[in-house]
């Protein structure tokens, strides 16, 4: 008995031992970063300092009086809900439609990934022309079909930046979604299906009553997973609007860089960062919550 105790502790620390080089990368370039940048929320800093200067709550105090910074902050919540909303009801109905059985199922499916294979700048490039206002698609389709006497600057309107990044957003992370939900499908009990149809279901029915509950689970946990990604988007947002025109685009992380790397204002982007990572934190909780419950 003492034997297998003995052993199983030795298996233990080796588990752990293999953690280790994990665990330190994790202290090094995120944990540490991440407390450096909590200390410099309490600061004044500039780039052009010598030496940051303890000021408490003033960085967190001229935030929240800043109509700038609460413009952003709606901001980043009409984006991440948008985004995620969206997202989660074309992926998972684009999912169903992959389910059923196709000639080239497989083809389409593979193909289907392909937004997300493409690199996150790439795709803010391909929607920016499709929307530009002098040669972009949707122009062109607007004014050849007579829909509108004079070229739409979707780009320079804030509806329309809007629009075109959450637009961009979808298209980007849409097929990880489909793949999400079609895996949750692939564990769906046909037999429950077919009982609904000789019962006279339609396919509406087995949607609503047999299908959505089934992966009612996977869902919540990709709009979760969704909404904290959304929450962090930089890249595609700025490749096409630098967060313009004005601050109709201008989300937490957009924010975060003009103040840092604009205003050379380290100890302001610092306390932006770190209401930008209790937003996060309020998405994230219940998600994880979640997880050890399950797990228990």
Same mark, same amino acid.
């Given at each position: 008995m003492r034997?297998?105790?003995?052993?199983?502790?030795?298996? +233990?620390?080796?588990?752990?031992? &293999?953690t280790i080089p994990a665990l330190l990368a994790f202290l090094v370039l995120? %944990?540490?970063?991440?407390l450096r940048s909590a200390w410099l929320? /309490? +600061?004044?800093?500039?780039? *052009?300092? #010598?030496?940051?200067? /303890?000021?408490? %709550?003033?960085? /967190?105090?001229?935030?929240?009086?800043?109509?700038?910074?609460? &413009?952003?902050?709606?901001? *980043?919540?009409? /984006?991440?809900?948008?985004? #995620?909303?969206? *997202?989660?009801? %074309?992926?998972?109905?684009y999912a169903l439609l992959l389910n059923e059985p196709m000639r080239g199922r497989s083809v389409i499916r593979a193909a289907s990934l392909l937004p997300w294979v493409l690199p996150s700048t790439v795709t803010? =490039?391909?929607?920016?022309?499709?929307?530009?206002?002098?040669y972009g698609i949707i122009n062109a389709a607007l004014l050849t079909f007579g829909l509108t006497e004079q070229?739409? %600057?979707? =780009?320079?309107?804030?509806?329309?930046?809007?629009?075109?990044?959450? #637009?961009?957003?979808?298209?980007?992370? *849409?097929?990880?979604?489909? =793949?999400?939900?079609?895996?949750?499908?692939?564990?769906?009990?046909q037999e429950q299906v077919e009982a609904a149809r000789i019962d006279g279901a339609n396919d509406f029915h087995v949607i609503r009553?047999?299908? =959505?509950?089934?992966?009612?689970? #996977? &869902?919540?946990?990709?709009?979760?997973?969704?909404?904290?990604?959304?929450?962090?988007?930089?890249?595609?947002?700025?490749?096409?609007?630098?967060?313009?025109?004005v601050r109709a685009t201008t989300v937490f992380s957009i924010e975060v860089y003009r103040r840092a790397f604009e205003n050379w204002d380290l100890g302001t982007a610092s306390a932006v960062g770190i209401i930008w990572f209790l937003t996060i934190a309020f998405v994230a909780i219940p998600y994880l919550r979640s997880l050890f419950k399950d797990a228990d």
């Open positions: 034997k297998a105790n003995s052993l199983e502790a030795a298996q +233990h620390r080796f588990g752990f031992s &293999l995120i %944990f540490g970063p991440f929320a /309490f +600061h004044e800093y500039l780039l *052009t300092s #010598t030496e940051p200067r /303890f000021i408490g %709550f003033a960085n /967190f105090i001229k935030l929240l009086s800043d109509p700038g910074f609460l &413009l952003s902050w709606q901001v *980043t919540a009409v /984006f991440v809900v948008m985004t #995620t909303v969206v *997202t989660t009801i %074309f992926g998972t109905a803010a =490039l391909l929607w920016s022309w499709i929307y530009n206002g002098q070229p739409i %600057f979707f =780009l320079s309107d804030n509806v329309g930046a809007m629009m075109s990044v959450i #637009t961009a957003k979808v298209w980007l992370s *849409t097929p990880v979604v489909m =793949l999400f939900v079609l895996a949750a499908l692939q564990s769906l009990p009553y047999i299908v =959505l509950p089934h992966i009612k689970k #996977t &869902l919540g946990v990709i709009m979760v997973l969704q909404a904290m990604g959304n929450l962090q988007m930089f890249d595609i947002i700025y490749a096409m609007t630098s967060g313009g025109p």
